[in-house]
């Protein structure tokens, strides 16, 4: 398997442009399978977990015609099964999409149960209620998540736990049942708009994403389009934290400033530079970071997918920091990593107290997951010297061109097959 090899201590310079949205696009990919007609989906990342499901909606007969990096031709008009098999599914979350949207179209889907990164337990429950609620019968059984009705009719459904997957894949069943749904204590990330935004401009009846009550009034038709996606929440932050880490100053360009409210306020507690801009931000740091707390919230608070990344320059700082993971169970195997590196973590549960050190020194480290991965790369290039980064699978999954990008900043950053990494290691 390829590897990162960094060779670290560069602050980054330069401007960044950041692609579209993982988690808009692992949604409204498989919701095109309600249109009536071919939609064309634009600002696409081009990334291992949008080739894959590019490859379930070929599988299911959908006519995916890729036309450049970004854009992409789907015509859904034949797509006649329903099954995501294991082998398709990939380990990849998003795969639990296929079930919302193959129930809204055909009434039935049978889905592989979906993978992705290993937070601990990562319950379906209540995309299930979700799902039963509308009217069908789910049942788990020979490994696949099978749900089907005969009917499905508007309902209400809240969610005893704010989830993004079970609010798109209610949205998503929803969006043609006939009837009003409301879910109450939805889900409020940014990519539940951009899907709702979506679907409404194939002529979907949806109102409240973005709030914590979404409702759907079930449309009988949907047509096509031509839509964009929002611009990569997660990918933005992930520079404007590697900015400010290595004490750099960097312009990070298509990007919605609002969606970077939270990253930005917990940087400049840091102590790093923030300004916004319409469509972009600056984001520059001179000093040793500052000691600050960090707690993981559901949109709008401080996203868990950057918890990693603001962990890494929290290492550093001038004091002991704490960070409270408050979306999932175990989101902090990581910091192991981070401790071959010469970090001071200590991990109780869902809180990591983390003691700042002088500085972070080179090592081989793992991607643990995608965004553990991405923050190892900083780490990398925090540090003085050879950092080499293995089991990139993950990281290529989220992040479009991240070493042409880091390269472009003044990174010194390769991606390797394992052999040459290890003679580049040993040159060092
Ligand atoms: N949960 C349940 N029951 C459910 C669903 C979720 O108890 O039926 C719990 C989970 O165990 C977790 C919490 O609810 O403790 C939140 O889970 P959520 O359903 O919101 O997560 P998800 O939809 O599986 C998406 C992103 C993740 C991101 C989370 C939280 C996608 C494809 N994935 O996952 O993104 O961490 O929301 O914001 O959108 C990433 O991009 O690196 C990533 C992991």
Redesign the pocket.
């Known amino acids: 398997m390829d590897k990162f090899v960094i060779n670290g201590g560069k602050p980054l310079k330069g401007m960044v442009r950041i692609s579209g949205a993982?988690?808009a696009a692992?949604?409204i990919l498989p919701a095109v399978l309600l249109a009536d007609e071919p939609c064309t989906i634009e600002n696409l990342p081009n990334i291992s977990d949008v080739t894959a499901i590019y490859r379930i909606l070929s599988d299911l007969g959908a006519q995916v015609r890729v036309k450049n990096k970004s854009t992409v031709e789907i015509d859904p008009r034949h797509a006649n099964s329903f099954v995501v098999s294991k082998q398709m599914a990939a380990g990849m979350?998003?795969s639990s999409y296929f079930l919302g949207a193959l129930l809204g179209r055909m009434r039935r889907a049978r889905v592989a149960p979906p993978g992705?990164?290993d937070f601990g337990?990562?319950?379906?429950?209540?995309?299930i209620k979700g799902f039963e609620a509308l009217g069908a019968k789910v049942v788990i059984e020979n490994g696949m998540v099978e749900a089907r009705a005969e009917a499905l009719s508007g309902c209400s459904v809240y969610l005893d736990?704010?989830?993004?997957?079970?609010t798109i894949n209610i949205m998503l069943a929803a969006a043609k049942a006939p009837g009003l749904t409301v879910i109450e204590n939805a889900?409020r990330?940014p990519?539940i708009v951009d899907l709702a935004n979506f679907l409404n401009s194939i002529g979907a009846n949806i109102m409240g994403a973005g709030t914590g009550v979404i409702k759907i009034r079930g449309v009988e038709h949907l047509g096509g389009t031509t839509y964009s996606i929002i611009p990569d929440q997660?990918e933005a932050g992930t520079y404007m934290v590697a900015a400010a880490a290595t004490k750099g100053d960097v312009l990070i360009t298509n990007v919605t400033p609002k969606h970077l409210e939270s990253i930005a306020a917990k940087l400049a507690e840091t102590g790093a530079e923030i300004t916004e801009y319409d469509e972009s931000v600056r984001v520059s740091m001179n000093c040793r970071p500052h000691k600050c707390n960090v707690k993981t919230m559901?949109h709008p608070g401080f996203?868990?997918?950057m918890q990693p990344q603001i962990a890494t320059l929290l290492s550093v700082a001038d004091g002991t920091s704490i960070i409270t993971e408050g979306?999932?169970?175990s989101r902090f195997r990581y910091t192991d990593q981070l401790t071959l590196m010469g970090a001071d973590i200590q991990v109780d549960g869902k809180m990591a107290v983390i003691t700042g050190v002088e500085r972070l020194s080179p090592a081989p480290v793992r991607a643990v997951?995608?965004?553990a991965g991405a923050a190892m790369i900083i780490a990398g290039l925090m540090a003085d010297g050879v950092t080499e980064v293995d089991n990139i699978v993950h990281i290529d999954r989220?992040y479009e061109d991240i070493v042409e990008k880091f390269t472009a900043l003044g990174a010194d950053i390769r991606r390797v097959p394992a052999e040459p990494a290890a003679e580049l290691l040993k040159q060092a």
């Open positions: 993982k988690n692992v949604a979350r998003a992705g990164c337990v990562r319950p379906i429950d209540q995309h736990v704010v989830s993004v997957g079970a889900a990330e990519h997660i559901p996203p868990t997918d979306v999932w169970d997951d995608l965004r989220g």
